[in-house]
Each structure stands twice: as structure tokens, then as C-alpha cells.
């Protein structure tokens, strides 16, 4: 007698299933894609909001193209209210625009009575995507927090006034004017998806100019491939098309940016870190949402780094999107935070009372 619960699975299964081509693609007709129940209560409700907003369609029909001038605007005033958000749950004091290997810096320290790790110090290169994050402080603000470390944001060089290069020369120069006053290995770097990416990059810069790589690193989000299934499979389940209708608006005029195969190749491993021979990388953290369309890229890097005897983690967060720490109100946001900074405090020297 047939098993009933492996009859309705392959009907399940089956009941979408279309057709399927020469090369392995497959079509699905209409098919329920259900929230997982592993979701908190906040990040469910936060899902059903934007999908809702979703499904209203005028805002395809009505959109109107951004230059990447209008979006980087835009992208400040958003930006500015979540760092206000998170500096009220995690306070520190603010030094904007200090000059560290002649590139603007902010200094992020925390306050209190508590002590505070001074030889201990950690870079965040928040993420950008071409012109996103200029002013984005609140990974910076919420580590410092909870670390008792100094945080250092370079205001790196950014598209469209600037190329990728530009940016690089800018994280590597401040990261060896901190080494005159920290060892290597007391030094973090992290940073979100394209922050991710660049944390990679300077990585193989520092490998390649023969420099002390820092202690460790945490890539959050990065994708430094866009080939897995996740970026395939996860259309239509990451809720924010507003922004990725800007991002299309601004891929032909970021493009001729992204890239300067005068001074860098743009396969080489230094643009492209996946490419990279990663075992002699620092000890690593990377982080991805299942939902987030770079979350296979994450995993890729994750497996090769363990071929080259990296020690590396690798933390997936079922049924999330693409750099959803943003969200304050996250219970999986604190948890995120939470395990860099157990990360960082694991890897690195120079803690409190050291």
C-alpha cells in the first residue's frame, strides 16, 4: 500500500511542475511560496507589509527613473534616520570626518563607565552598491556598542564621481595608517554586501603588496557571485522592487565606473575576490539571508574558503532578505550583531583588560 504522506508529495510536487529544457531549466506554473514558521513574529509581519506593498502595482506603472546623483540623495535621508534609530539603542559618541591616511573617517567610541578595548580598533565599510550608504553609520555605531572598541567608517571615494579603484586605494590607506597604532592582529574589518565585497578586496590588495592581513573579518550579505540558485530562485521573493528599479535605471550609467580595466583587470581576483586563492585569508565570518539573492555567492565563497583550510563560518538566516540587520526592530538583527561581535572578540587581540 502506498505511503499517503509520499503521495501528497510528489502531487505537490508535481502540480507545478511545467517543463524543463535541454540545459536543466525549469518551468513552475503558479505556486505558493509560504513564509517559514522559523521567522519571528516582527520579521513576519515586516515581510506581509512589503509584499502587500508589492502587489500594489502603481508603483511599477508610476515609477520614474533616478539618476545616481538623485538616488545617492535620497539614499542619505533614509540613511540618516536609521542611524538616528539605532544611536538611540546603542549609544556612542561620534567623531565625523577625521582625516586617517588622508581620507575622511568617522571615529565611532563607545561611552559609558564601562572599559573600553584600546587596543583593539575595527573598520566598517558600509555598503554602497554604486552609490547607496554614503552616510550609513549604524553597523559601525551598534559593534562599537556592543564591543567597547573603537570603529573607523572611511568615507571612501564612491560611483558615479569615482571608480571601484578609487574607493580600494581609500579602505587600504586607512588600514595602514591604524597598523602605526594597532597590531594586525587586533584589527577587524566588516561590511555589508558591496561593503562585503570591498572587505574582500582589501584583503587581496594586502596580500598582493605583501602587508599584514587584519585578525579577522566578517562579510555580511556580500556576493561575490551572482552564478548560484539564489539569485534565480530568489526573484520575486526579496519584497523591495522599488529599489531594485532604481538600480536598473542606474546599471548603464554605474557601469563604465564599476570597472577600470586601465589600472585593474576586471576578472582579476582584486575586483572579483571569488576568484581569489583564499587560503591565506584571515580567519572569516560570512552572513547571508536565504531569501538574499547574493546568499548562494555567500555560500560558494564559505565552502571554497574551507577547501583552502580558512577558518571560516558561515551563518544563513532562513527566509530573510538581503541586508535585513537594517531593521532595529529585528530580534534576528541583534542575533546577527550578536554573533560578530562574539566573532570578533573570539578572533582578534587586544580585549578589554589584554
Not at 546623483?69 to 540618516?80: G, Q
Request: with cysteine.
Amino acid at each position: 500500500m502506498p505511503d499517503s504522506n509520499r503521495e501528497i508529495a510528489y502531487e505537490r510536487t508535481t502540480q507545478y511542475f511545467h517543463r524543463v529544457d535541454d540545459d536543466g531549466t525549469i518551468y513552475l506554473t503558479e505556486r505558493p511560496v509560504p513564509l517559514p514558521k522559523s521567522l519571528t513574529p516582527e520579521a513576519r509581519a515586516w515581510h506581509c507589509a512589503k509584499f502587500r506593498e508589492v502587489a500594489d502595482t502603481r508603483h511599477l506603472t508610476d515609477h520614474q527613473p533616478m539618476t545616481a546623483l538623485e538616488l545617492a540623495a535620497l539614499s542619505d535621508r533614509v540613511n540618516d534616520v536609521v542611524d538616528q534609530q539605532w544611536l538611540r539603542a546603542y549609544p556612542v559618541d561620534i567623531r565625523r570626518r577625521s582625516v586617517i591616511g588622508n581620507v575622511a573617517t568617522d571615529v565611532v567610541t563607545p561611552i559609558g563607565d564601562e572599559p573600553i578595548a584600546k587596543n583593539r580598533a575595527l573598520i566598517n565599510l558600509y555598503p554602497t552598491g554604486g552609490v547607496f550608504g554614503r552616510n550609513q553609520t549604524y553597523e559601525g555605531i551598534v559593534i562599537a556598542n556592543m564591543m567597547r572598541a573603537k570603529v573607523y567608517i572611511p568615507r571612501y571615494r564612491r560611483m558615479p564621481e569615482h571608480s571601484l579603484l578609487d574607493g580600494l586605494e581609500d579602505l587600504c590607506a586607512v588600514y595602514k595608517h591604524l597598523l602605526d597604532e594597532y597590531p594586525a592582529a587586533n584589527i577587524g574589518v566588516f561590511g555589508s554586501s558591496s561593503g562585503g565585497d570591498m572587505a574582500a578586496q582589501v584583503i587581496v590588495r594586502l596580500l598582493q603588496e605583501r602587508l599584514p592581513t587584519p585578525g579577522a573579518i566578517a562579510l555580511l550579505a556580500n556576493a561575490m557571485s551572482f552564478e548560484g540558485d539564489s539569485n534565480n530562485l530568489n526573484r520575486g521573493l526579496y519584497p523591495d522592487f522599488v529599489v531594485q528599479s532604481w538600480l536598473r535605471d542606474m546599471h548603464r550609467e554605474l557601469a563604465s565606473k564599476a570597472r577600470d580595466p586601465k589600472r585593474i583587470d576586471p576578472n582579476g581576483s582584486a575586483v572579483q575576490p571569488i576568484r581569489a586563492a583564499f587560503n591565506r585569508f584571515p580567519p572569516t565570518l560570512l552572513v547571508a539571508g536565504g531569501r538574499d539573492p547574493g546568499c548562494s555567492g555567500t555560500t560558494l565563497a564559505h565552502r571554497e574558503m574551507r577547501k583552502a583550510g580558512v577558518d571560516a563560518d558561515l551563518f544563513v538566516f532562513d527566509g530573510m532578505p538581503h541586508v535585513f540587520y537594517r531593521e532595529l526592530d529585528f530580534p534576528e538583527s541583534k542575533e546577527l550583531f550578536e554573533n560578530v561581535a562574539k566573532f570578533f572578540d573570539k578572533k582578534l587581540g587586544g580585549a578589554i583588560g589584554a
